[in-house]
């Protein structure tokens, strides 16, 4: 039978998606719902001095209003941070409280103060602009780069900073860089970015008076882990009492790992008004209180001898966690981070020092690659600086830093596993044909344009897990994930997952996996996940994690369905287990070569015995049944690698950038569908290249959203686009038995900086900030003019 | 969305009839719709004008184009006779926004709106438009008033845009990535004894850029304007462009637009 994995099957998912019949958390309605409304903060920063809902009590429709106070009397808590980092000198993270409803303070734009339920939408807005809240407005601290001397916007938050994290040694640093023949220096901005998914957050709560059972519906990444949250941090409920369903989601980018204020707020609402409760976002809210992406400020130095070999690094930012400290907030600028701002290299000295501070904006998480694509624009604009500073080529100069063995032990925590990055970025050049861009360039010259080239070479941590390794670094839950694999006694099986999809495609993927272990058609598996009433416990899916842990989950727990089938046939066939081979679905006696088919197995699971004999198939100690789960807490992260060549062309009279070429060369190990896998690094890279030369969060100097809708925040759009030049490379994870890696947040993490290195190119080295607009980049065509007629 | 009553009448004289001080023509939506859903504005009686038939369509006569108010902009885009006569029109109408806002948004909705970075007003200023009203004739010269600001009266009902044909003519967009609106747009007309360069985008109305018009007018060549450097004292400044920016935009479309006529 051929192999599944590795072949281009449709998507499972298309004609639910395609036709519309998707089923989204706004499309569930429950009889007698009321309609949730929040009152949010105005003001980026106020005391709340008085809230006053008698007007509102009494607009109609108005079934409840409660505000910050009623939820501080119920004990329920507060939003987490689900990192617990610490500072150089040893002193733990400093954590504000986020209460669910703001009681004495509000931190941001859109924080929510109070709710109102009402019979129909209508109403509960009405009612809710009568909502009186007395504000004692405050001075914003918005700029993170001036956080630090600002006056503290948390009570017990010294200078607004939650921690000042090192990472390496400054002393190695140091003796390195005092052998250099140059220093490479780079001040850089991550800008802020909008996760932007298509759908909006949304919630809805079911409490059942009998049950005493609340039901959430919710667009959440990870299902599981919001109800434990909720549970053991929130005190809605106990686990028990709170089922969560996640449905189809359309889309997260880590926006929706969070357990948000809302889903809280009408959860716990839910029971005591005792009516189900519906709230759906409306993009306003999602721009201003969905978390947001990146927002670093950042001075990094490479430290090079002449011949182009690093020697030594360094690295010096301010993350802007925003207003509190959410669930990825504080690993994202640490660990996600400063372990890869090595990037691919051989560099014998590092180190990453990582000031986070409070600001009052939105709340910072992870977004697509959450750290590794600010790692990643740090050393690649810094390697691409060092080889035009040293006139040595863009591609040499990372040849010649490359590790020439794996495993490589990388400068700062990763053992990478695997790779070939000299393979990964020699394929790149070929393809984005490297050796003819001068030609290219003078073409573009010749039509008063300038056009320019530049790469980067990426690795990224991810599939993130191992339990013990994220726990030692500060994380507070285990991060395995799981599967079971039922089958029912007429062979469909269904495949339970605790991971989560909105839009990676699991149920397809997953089937892929799961038929070629159990040798059976894809059409006959289906793959649940998104409901902790059906699926078995999962961390849920981020950090490109889902294949390469919740996927192997699976493949064990095959693994056991078919060794159950083994001793089942063994006793079928009458022979010993180890005489048994299983293939293409058969359980074949190998002597005999009689045989019994995985579908007959399952049945003889439930059905065992038979007429006028007693005899059972189930060997002693065996149980009836066919249904096997696993756990996967996987030995290492994924390493996930690759070179990238973006080549643009630039207007200098307008100072338009057109992404003329891009080419992605990604080493993913293997894969398991190749449609997936490029649609997955379509979208990374559009949103990559969207932060390099579109998308831009911005607040003004009170903290309020200038770019909160998209007439203002520049979505790419297709035409922004060339085709994409894809190409793979393959090279096997050692860390788990498909040899998967991580492909979801790749080309997110490798295209800013490919596309702000060509950019620059073009520009003759003048360095620009993301997101490289029309006019920034006219200016600077204007700047180099004018130095270009000064040396002539 | 606040409720309020909605109306579909079936001639102008019964849709001005509805009007008062709290009712809202509806056109195309494009812009309406979202104030509304904002909470910016609220009306008591939305008054719907796509199903008068008057007010739809276009005409074409030896000197000039009449296009009904709730003409879309698909509409003029496609038309092969707006391509024939006027093809900067049909070209400035078939890179409005996106495919979604050309198959909603009108041309009535869109001069009515004024909204400074709006493509319309910048043709109906270059080719001379005469804008027909439910009452009056008025210049476009006379119409836009500045930003988001027209010269009709409360209920008072665009029925036609009626441009000029010129010699030639073109329009050069430099569209907002964000939304597609022009950050800055040049219309450029040649008329028999006048050439006008209509500005949008730039300031807080759109306008005749009368030094552009005057050089053009005894010179039509890129290089009578090449090099200008404009004020942009008056000039936008906002996050999306900087008035000197934008300036410099306004003289380089402007001679982009006497390339391509
Ligand atoms: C995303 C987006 C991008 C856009 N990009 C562009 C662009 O690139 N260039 C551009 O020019 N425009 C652009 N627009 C504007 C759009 O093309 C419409 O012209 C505009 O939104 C209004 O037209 P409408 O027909 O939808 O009018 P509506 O929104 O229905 O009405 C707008 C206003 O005009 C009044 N009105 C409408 N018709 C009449 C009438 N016949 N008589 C009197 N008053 C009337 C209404 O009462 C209302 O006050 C964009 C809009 C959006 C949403």
Redesign the pocket.
């Known amino acids: 039978m051929a192999s599944l994995v590795g072949s281009r099957v449709e998507r499972k998912e298309d004609k639910k998606f395609l036709t519309g019949k998707g089923r989204y958390t706004a499309d569930i309605n429950i009889a007698n719902q009321t309609y949730a409304i929040f009152v949010r903060s105005p003001h980026a920063r106020a005391q709340i001095k008085k809230v006053d809902t008698s007007k509102a009590l009494k607009s109609s429709g108005v079934v409840s209003v409660l505000t910050g106070k009623e939820i501080a009397e119920d004990k329920i808590g507060g939003l987490i941070a689900g990192w617990a980092i610490r500072s150089e000198d040893g002193s733990e993270m400093k954590v504000p409280n986020n209460p669910p409803l703001a009681n004495e303070f509000a931190n941001f734009v859109g924080e929510p103060i109070a709710v109102v339920f009402a019979e129909s939408l209508d109403e509960a807005k009405a009612a809710a602009e009568k909502v009186e809240v007395d504000y004692k407005v405050l001075k914003a601290v918005v700029d993170p780069a001036k956080a630090m001397d600002s006056e503290p916007i948390h009570k017990d938050v010294d200078k607004n900073l939650c921690y000042d994290w090192l990472l390496g040694d400054r002393k190695a640093v140091d003796e390195a860089f005092a052998k250099a023949d140059k220093i490479i220096k780079v001040d850089l901005i991550n800008n802020r970015l909008v996760p932007n998914a298509m759908e909006p957050r949304a919630c809805v709560v079911d409490y059942n008076t009998a049950t005493e059972e609340i039901t959430l519906y919710t667009t959440s990444q990870n299902p599981h882990l919001s109800r434990l949250v909720m549970s053991a941090f929130g005190n809605v409920a106990p686990e028990n009492k709170l089922r969560v369903v996640a449905p189809d989601v359309g889309g997260g980018f880590g926006s929706k790992i969070n357990v948000y204020n809302e889903e809280i707020v009408c959860s716990w609402a839910s029971k005591k008004i005792e009516r189900p409760i519906k709230w759906v976002a409306e993009r306003t809210e999602s721009f201003l209180t969905d978390t947001h992406g990146r927002d670093h400020v950042t001075h990094a130095e490479l430290a090079v001898t002449k011949d182009g070999k690093f020697l030594g690094f360094k690295n010096e930012t301010i993350a802007n966690l925003g207003a509190y400290a959410r669930v990825f907030g504080t690993v994202t600028p640490t660990y996600l981070f400063g372990p890869c701002a090595t990037g691919v290299y051989v560099i014998p000295a590092a180190y990453s020092n990582v000031k986070a501070v409070y600001t009052n904006t939105a709340p910072v998480d992870a977004y697509r690659g959450a750290g590794r694509p600010e790692a990643t624009y740090t050393i690649e604009r810094l390697v691409e600086k060092a080889a035009m500073e040293l006139g040595i080529d863009k591609t040499e100069i990372r040849m010649k830093n490359f590790p020439s063995q794996f495993p490589f032990k990388q400068t700062l925590v990763h053992t990478v596993d695997s790779g070939d990055y000299v393979a990964g970025l020699e394929k790149a050049k070929q393809m984005a044909d490297y050796a003819g861009f001068e030609a290219r360039r003078k073409k573009s010259e010749a039509n008063g344009k300038l056009r320019g080239i530049g790469v980067s070479s990426y690795f990224e941590a991810c599939g993130i897990a191992p339990s013990a390794a994220v726990m030692s670094l500060g994380c507070g839950v285990g991060l395995w994930e799981s599967a079971e694999v039922r089958f029912n006694p007429t062979g469909q099986i269904s495949v339970f997952t605790g991971s989560h999809s909105h839009g990676q495609s699991h149920d397809t993927t997953f089937a892929q996996i799961a038929a070629d272990e159990l040798g059976v058609p894809m059409e006959n598996i289906d793959v649940v996940h998104g409901d902790t009433d059906k699926s078995t416990f999962g961390m849920g899916t981020y950090g490109s994690r889902s294949l390469t842990v919740g996927g192997i989950a699976i493949v064990n727990a095959c693994k056991k369905i078919i060794a159950k089938g083994k001793r089942v046939a063994a006793k079928m066939l009458e022979v010993s287990p180890d005489e048994i081979e299983f293939k293409d679905g058969e359980f074949v006696a190998l002597k005999s070569n009689k045989k019994k088919t995985i579908g007959e197995i399952a049945f003889a699971c439930y059905v065992p015995g038979q007429r006028d004999e007693m005899k059972s198939p189930i060997p002693e100690g065996d149980e009836p049944g066919l249904i096997e789960s696993a756990f996967y807490d996987p030995p290492n992260f994924s390493f996930p690698a690759g070179s990238h060549i973006c080549e643009v062309e630039i207007d200098p009279d307008t100072g338009n950038v057109k992404v003329e070429k891009y080419t992605a060369v990604d080493d993913f190990g293997r894969i398991v569908n190749p449609n997936i896998v490029e649609g997955q690094v379509h979208g990374g890279l559009a949103q990559g290249i969207g932060q390099a030369l579109y998308e831009n969060t911005q607040y003004d100097e009170t903290g309020q959203l200038m770019t909160a809708s ?2 203002d925040y520049t979505m790419p759009r297709a035409d922004n686009f060339p085709e994409f030049n894809l190409g793979f490379t393959c090279t096997h994870a050692t860390s788990n038995p498909l040899g998967v890696k991580g492909c979801g947040e790749a080309g997110a993490i490798a295209s800013p900086p490919t596309v702000m290195n060509a950019v620059i190119d073009a520009l003759g080295g003048q360095e620009i900030t993301m997101p490289a607009t029309a006019e920034k980049v006219w200016k600077a065509c204007k700047a180099m003019k004018k130095s270009n007629a000064k040396a002539a | 969305m606040k409720t309020f009553s909605y109306h579909s009448p079936k001639d102008v004289k019964e849709a001005s009839k509805l009007a008062s001080s709290s009712s ?11 104030s509304m859903k904002l909470g910016m504005a609220t009306y008591k009686d939305v008054i719907d ?1 796509k199903k008068i038939k008057k ?1 739809s369509g276009i005409k074409v006569s030896s000197k000039t184009v009449t296009i009904g ?2 003409t879309k ?1 698909a509409e003029v885009a496609a038309s092969k006779d707006v391509q024939k006569a006027i093809p900067a029109l049909a070209k400035l109408a078939g ?4 495919a979604q ?2 198959n ?7 001069i ?2 004024n ?1 400074p ?4 007003p910048s043709a109906c200023m270059a080719l001379n438009a005469v804008i027909h ?1 439910n009452e009056r004739k008025i210049e476009a010269n006379k119409f836009f008033k500045g930003m988001f600001e027209t010269a ?1 009266k409360k209920g ?4 036609a845009v009626e441009f000029q044909i010129p010699e030639k003519a073109d329009y050069q ?1 430099h ?1 907002n990535p964000a ?4 950050i800055v ?1 040049v219309f450029v007309a040649k008329h028999k004894d006048e050439v006008n360069v209509a500005v949008t985008g730039a300031k807080s109305c759109v306008y005749i850029d009368k030094d552009l018009s005057k050089k053009l007018s005894s010179d039509f060549s890129s290089s009578a304007i090449e090099g200008i450097e404009l004020d942009d004292s008056e000039m936008n400044s906002d996050m999306h462009a900087s008035a000197e920016y934008r300036a410099n935009l306004v003289s380089l479309y402007a001679k982009k637009a006497v390339e391509a006529c």
Not at chain 2, 117 to 120: E, K, L, P, R
Not at chain 2, 156 to 159: A, K, L
């Open positions: 998209y007439m | 809202m023509f509806l056109a195309g939506g494009m812009t309406s719709i979202p004008l007010l108010a709730t902009h890179n409005i926004g996106d806002v050309r909603r948004g009108t041309i009535g909705g869109s009515s709106n909204d970075s709006a493509c319309y009203t009709l008072e009902i665009v029925e967009k569209p939304s597609r609106y022009a747009g």
